[in-house]
């Protein structure tokens, strides 16, 4: 069964750090874009990060820019997404998702998610 574990959610206070792994199982990431998403209540699902099949791409919101970082390490079938001076604003729960080969900044492209893991900034 081809599947997406999510973790390495929590409470964090604002100006902390966090850092999700995204592992893969019944299939290798050698081949799949990994994307994060994260979805707030009331709100829509949006894009965090992406990191490319080989690694050579990543893109990042704006709203994430210079604090949170991508990573992967296919030897141990896992993407990281490394977030530092974290904010109330990033509260969300955070999904990752995999696609062939190259990031593509919206939902409907995914083909396999996790199951998400909450990320609550707070004082």
């Known amino acids: 069964q081809l599947q997406l574990v999510d973790s390495g959610g929590g409470l964090v206070q604002p100006g902390g750090s966090l850092r999700l792994s995204c592992a893969a199982s019944g299939f290798t990431l050698d081949y799949y874009a990994i994307g994060w998403f994260r979805q707030a209540p009331g709100k829509e699902r949006e894009g965090v990060s992406c990191?490319?099949?080989?690694?050579?791409?990543?893109n990042y919101a704006d709203s994430v820019k210079g604090r949170f970082t991508i990573s992967r390490d296919n030897a141990k079938n896992t993407v990281y997404l490394q977030m530092n001076s974290l904010k109330p604003e990033d509260t969300a729960v955070y999904y990752c998702?995999?696609?062939?080969?190259?990031?593509?900044?919206?939902?409907?492209?995914?083909?396999?998610w996790g199951q998400g893991t909450q990320v609550t900034v707070s004082s």
């Open positions: 990191i490319s099949s080989s690694g050579g791409g990543t």
């Open positions: 998702a995999a696609r062939p080969n190259h990031c593509m900044r919206t939902p409907p492209w995914y083909n396999y």
